[in-house]
């Protein structure tokens, strides 16, 4: 029981993040997006900087769970890595796309804090060596500047796409940038 209700306020909190900005979180807005009694999320996280912690390792909780590499399906050649990295960019703007813009908003926020931002650095440099690994696979030279370019490029399209153009169609930028590096 009290692990749900602090898995509650863990979600809650990352859809004020995720909506309504880093400056908009708080306890009892936590409490009231969660459905919890006030004080609820106190008892979990006693000051605003524990809350922020909480949140940035149950983002990253999340994201290990949701992208988990061993169930990911394998992929096999240039046009299955563009059909990869378009899937986890549609999931990201999609079904994730609160968690995307909270994970965001704390980048922003916490790029000066070394120890709050650390959890979702390793969480970006995980994705990266597990991304290289499948560059790698597909035979693409220089895996470390080509997988930069691709999680950069997507990186960029995720945004573009929750913040200005909701129907921007991913895969030409994506297939062009894979062929270029892939023929490198």
């Keep these: ?79 299955g890595l563009v059909d990869g990295l378009c899937a986890m960019t549609e999931v990201q703007a999609g079904p994730f796309a609160t968690r995307t813009r909270a994970r965001y908003a704390l980048f922003l926020e916490l790029a000066g804090d070394a120890e709050l931002g650390e959890p979702l650095r390793q969480q970006r440099h995980a994705f990266e060596r597990w991304t290289e690994r499948i560059v790698v696979s597909v035979g693409i030279p220089d895996p470390v500047p080509a997988t930069r370019a691709l999680m950069g490029l997507c990186d960029g399209l995720l945004l573009h796409r929750l913040t200005v153009d909701p129907g921007l169609d991913l895969r030409p930028a994506v297939e062009r940038a894979v062929r270029a590096l892939a023929a490198s």
């Design 1 to 79: 029981m009290a692990a749900a209700t602090r898995e509650r306020a863990l979600d809650a909190a990352v859809e004020v993040l995720g909506t309504d900005g880093v400056r908009a979180l708080s306890h009892a807005r936590v409490d009231r997006r969660a459905g919890l009694p006030p004080g609820s999320t106190s008892n979990w996280f006693r000051t605003r900087r524990a809350l922020l912690a909480g949140v940035v390792d149950w983002i990253a909780e999340r994201e290990r769970a949701d992208f988990d590499p061993g169930s990911m399906p394998e992929i096999a050649g240039v046009d």
